[in-house]
């Protein structure tokens, strides 16, 4: 059985360029959440999604990023124009009922120069 | 708000040790509480949970009781391994909004 799927698990890029993170949720769950990890702010919910649907983007840093999931599969993170401070290793998790168990994704590891 | 605060790392153990681990909170309403564990270059994989109080949570030779009269939440092992090395989230899942905030988790280094 297929857990959280997320790529690229690696990503470089350049300060100014656009960076998208992908993420298939496990089959079923209709909760996906997008987190970030960095060593001075520990892990943050960024966004979370119902039924593909937006329910609360309130940990969302700034309008540089935005996520959509436009079907129960896959999601997308962007950020654009990324910033040396966005690099993080950014989760993906999902679960099946708000309160239900989050299953995590492997992450990507984003690194902007 | 609700809040989660974890022990500072980190913890040096020699194998077959016994590991404490403190994790307490401050929530409203009926919390769930959760440990996961992260080994390196990993995600966040659920170790255990509790969701009342005075339930325990177990699982790898790994316990924790939900005390809802200490707020608290400690992860506990009889006997640690080297493969036991990682970090360690305590994390709380609100009731209400199924949101999860985390502790700023624990390294456990375990030497053979």
């Known amino acids: 059985d297929a857990g959280v799927i997320q790529s690229p698990r690696h990503e470089v890029t350049e300060m100014g360029q656009e960076v998208t993170l992908r993420c298939k949720p496990i089959s079923g769950h209709d909760y996906l959440f997008w987190y970030r990890q960095t060593m001075m702010r520990g892990l943050e919910l960024l966004i979370y999604f119902n039924n593909n649907v937006p329910i609360d983007d309130s940990g969302m840093p700034e309008d540089r990023f935005s996520a959509k999931m436009p079907n129960a599969s896959f999601s997308t993170l962007k950020i654009q124009p990324s910033e040396p401070r966005d690099s993080a290793v950014y989760f993906c998790a999902s679960s099946l009922g708000l309160v239900g168990t989050q299953y995590f994704g492997p992450g990507t590891r984003l690194l902007v120069l | 708000g609700n809040s989660v605060t974890q022990m500072e790392g980190p913890v040096t153990l020699s194998e077959e040790a016994f590991l404490t681990i403190n994790c307490t909170y401050t929530?409203?309403?009926?919390?769930?509480l959760f440990w996961y564990v992260q080994y390196p270059g990993e995600g966040l994989q659920l170790l255990l949970k509790?969701?009342?109080?005075?339930d325990k949570g177990s699982n790898k030779g790994f316990e924790a009781t939900y005390r809802k009269e200490t707020t608290s939440f400690h992860l506990e092992k009889g006997s640690v391994q080297v493969s036991d090395s990682a970090v360690y989230f305590c994390a709380l899942g609100s009731s209400n909004t199924g949101k999860l905030i985390f502790g700023q988790g624990t390294t456990l280094q375990v030497k053979p």
């Open positions: 509790a969701t009342k109080a005075d």
């Open positions: 929530a409203t309403g009926y919390p769930s």
